[in-house]
């Protein structure tokens, strides 16, 4: 309605079949990425419905309060004049309003696109009373949720190891979904390894998985059971290994006989035959409780148990 009145030719029925055919083909494009076999129509198609879920959100709000208040004005408040009304509720004032919410529309997802490249470093000063031997501070760095796939690959990667090095940690912490629930969604994987081999750390780089490192489908940002056993990709597995990055799925390890580092499969997916993971006191009962122990989980959960 809103570009219909914006100019005549919108009016033509040719030119709105043609527009309404552009739309169907980006709404369904979720559906298409979903069901299309791997190839480069399928990155296209999945790249665009990425961007469309977003997009949809904020055109739901924008419109959903724009549409609202004029609700309200006409009906509720239907006996209630003020200059403009009329106005308001005309090709004029649909033209007007429409337009201030594609700007909205517009600016907000253009931002969110922007936003979601650059990454942010947040420093948390923690204090552990314990003694870990002759070790008086430890610089840890922790990042979570790389989704590597179809919309984050090298160029993310790159400045993540870039931030990373900056701040010249003693030790790297991967915790969970490192992949996008698809190995193959990512289209440069030495590229990508090329850059988290770079990471540089006095003792190395540690990851869990979480849930949505499990090669499998995705519909609209959603995983479903499809059936089958969900277990950890092999691809995976040798891609984290060919990274220098240590896998610690239900296990601990001691490092510089200082501290131990004790990682926690995936609360909901953690890709084991009988689909269970070790509790928390079974993974620390043969543990030296006087040395800090560090936890790394995807959904950190039994925090008190886990204290306790």
Not at 110 to 137: C, D, P, R
Request: a negative charge.
């Amino acid at each position: 309605h809103w570009i219909q009145v914006l100019h005549a030719v919108f009016q033509n029925v040719w030119v709105c079949r043609g527009i309404g055919l552009v739309y169907l083909f980006v709404v369904f494009s979720i559906l298409i990425a979903f069901m299309a076999p791997d190839s480069g129509f399928r990155r296209f198609m999945k790249l665009l419905s990425n961007y469309w879920l977003g997009v949809l959100v904020y055109a739901i709000m924008t419109l959903g309060i724009a549409d609202g208040v004029r609700l309200i004005i006409k009906y509720p408040l239907k006996n209630i004049n003020f200059p403009g009304r009329e106005i308001l509720f005309s090709n004029v004032g649909t033209a007007v309003i429409g337009t201030v919410c594609a700007v909205i529309i517009s600016v907000i997802s253009i931002y969110g696109v922007i936003n979601a490249g650059n990454i942010q470093t947040t420093k948390y000063e923690i204090s552990v009373g314990k003694k870990a031997g002759k070790l008086k501070s430890l610089n840890v760095v922790l990042i979570a949720d790389l989704h590597l796939g179809y919309n984050i690959g090298c160029r993310q990667m790159e400045q993540m190891a870039e931030k990373i090095n900056a701040q010249n940690p003693d030790l790297v912490v991967v915790a969970g979904d490192i992949f996008d629930n698809s190995y193959d969604g990512m289209d440069d994987p030495e590229g990508i390894k090329a850059q988290l081999k770079s990471i540089k750390s006095k003792y190395g780089v540690y990851a869990v998985y979480g849930n949505h490192d499990i090669d499998e489908k995705i519909l609209m940002g959603f995983t479903f059971d499809w059936g089958g056993k969900q277990l950890h990709s092999e691809k995976m597995t040798n891609f984290m290994k060919e990274c220098n990055i240590k896998l610690i799925n239900d296990e601990s390890v001691l490092i510089n006989d200082e501290f131990y580092l004790v990682g926690r499969r995936d609360t909901d997916k953690p890709g084991t035959e009988d689909g269970t993971r070790a509790e928390i006191s079974e993974l620390t009962k043969d543990l030296d409780k006087t040395k800090p122990i560090f936890v790394l989980s995807h959904e950190p959960d039994e925090l008190q148990k886990t204290a306790d």
